[in-house]
């Protein structure tokens, strides 16, 4: 047989294979007030990704591994409940209600080719009206921001410290006439209001301006049994620089050869490392550069920059993102939990200055910064339950 040849059957093998094992949706009818769906072989429970959407209230279901049937699924189920090809192997169904419900998913223990999902009690679909612009495409790429519904989280009285930064004699960054130490505890304040309206317990390094040294902010947490150590701090550049850079970055602790993330970390040590030598300081640093705290604290960073970006760009244009960056913070040093540092912004940039002291402008990112929590907090325990 040529090379050609041999190409040709490997690849016809590799299709064959993977076609194989995909699981193809066969049918899906309404009975007994439940969406039964049936599939042409075994179906894994474990391929299915629920979550939730609002305005208007939607759930949703993907089916991993999944395709729609080559004719497509006969559905006569009504313009309540859609169905769509999302990916090439996920199917998404998707329910429409009028207002809130709690639906139950299973799988029949006599009947490995079937899934039920039980729909809304006492007609409680969307009326045709509301949900007749959402297309089979629309539904699709509803998918980019889920909203889940987190009344009941299971980690909502899981405390939290967040250390405004700086403080007392300490001004942190200056520009405009503006100081960072009063803008970190604005912001930092109002964090504490949005997670506990999320259910958290939360602990402020400082409520007023003071300076507590090193030992001070790092101990809290551990002392606390706190669950997360979030930092709020604003960023600053010389004046040659001020009308270029902008931007919001969150970092997690890790040495680092970056300039501009070795710039901003020594600004910020400046204030909390007087009279240590640096052996001592990297003897310090190398004894906490492993293990899960450093990759978890990755993780909540990157939730966290994430959802920040999200709510600011809903509202405002030009926010630029900095980005999860990595740099030696002492402050994140002390404490043996997930920590994250925040910079907000440019207190030296004169257009972001004057949007991060604006309380609209703080309301959203502070909303960013408490979902991006609970979203990694809700990872964090999926990943401890699988």
């Known amino acids: 047989m040529s090379i050609s040849g041999r190409v040709f059957l490997f690849f016809l093998l590799m299709s064959t294979l993977l076609c194989a094992s995909v699981v193809h949706l066969q049918k899906a009818i309404i009975k007994k007030g439940e969406l039964k769906l049936y599939f042409s072989k075994n179906f894994k429970k474990t391929n299915v990704h629920h979550f939730t959407l609002k305005n208007p209230h939607r759930e949703i279901y993907d089916l991993k591994n999944t395709r729609l049937r080559p004719k497509g699924v006969p559905l006569g189920l009504g313009s309540n409940i859609k169905i769509a090809q999302n990916k090439t192997n996920t199917v998404r169904v998707v329910v429409f209600a009028s207002k809130d419900y709690k639906p139950m998913a299973y799988q029949p223990f006599y009947s490995g080719n079937e899934y039920c999902i039980s729909l809304p009690k006492n007609n409680t679909l969307l009326p045709a009206k509301r949900y007749k612009k959402y297309t089979a495409k629309q539904i699709i790429k509803s998918h980019e921001r ?8 299971s980690h909502r009285y899981e405390l939290i410290v967040i250390d405004a930064g700086h403080g007392g004699h300490d001004p942190g960054a200056v520009g405009g006439g503006k100081k960072e130490k009063d803008l970190v505890l604005q ?6 209001r949005h997670l ?8 402020m390094t400082r409520k007023k301006d003071r300076f507590l040294k090193l030992h001070q902010r790092t101990k809290i947490a551990d002392q606390k049994k706190a669950v997360l150590f979030i930092s709020i701090h604003a960023n600053s550049v010389p004046k040659k620089k001020r009308h270029k850079i902008q931007g919001i970055e969150t970092f997690f602790l890790q040495k680092t050869r970056d ?4 710039r901003i970390a020594a ?12 052996l001592s300081r990297n003897v310090i640093l190398d004894s906490v550069l492993s293990g899960p705290k450093i990759v978890q604290s990755n993780k909540l960073a990157i939730d966290v920059q994430r959802s920040m970006m999200t709510h600011l760009r809903s509202r405002y244009k030009g926010v630029k993102d900095g980005g999860v960056r990595h740099a030696p913070f002492w402050v994140l040093v002390g404490a043996s939990r997930p920590s994250i540092l925040v910079e907000v912004g440019y207190i030296s940039h004169y257009k972001e200055r004057k949007r991060l002291f604006t309380p609209r ?3 959203l990112l502070v909303k960013g910064i408490a979902e991006g929590i609970d979203n990694y907090l809700d990872n964090r325990k999926k990943e401890i339950d699988f």
């Open 146 to 153: 889920p909203h889940k519904t987190f009344s009941k989280r």
């Open 196 to 203: 506990k309206k999320r259910g958290h317990p939360v602990y």
């Open 267 to 278: 600004r910020e040590n400046k204030s909390v490392l007087k009279g240590t030598t640096k």
């Open 259 to 262: 300039a501009r993330s070795q």
């Open 187 to 192: 912001i930092s304040k109002r964090l504490e």
């Open 361 to 363: 402008y703080q309301e």
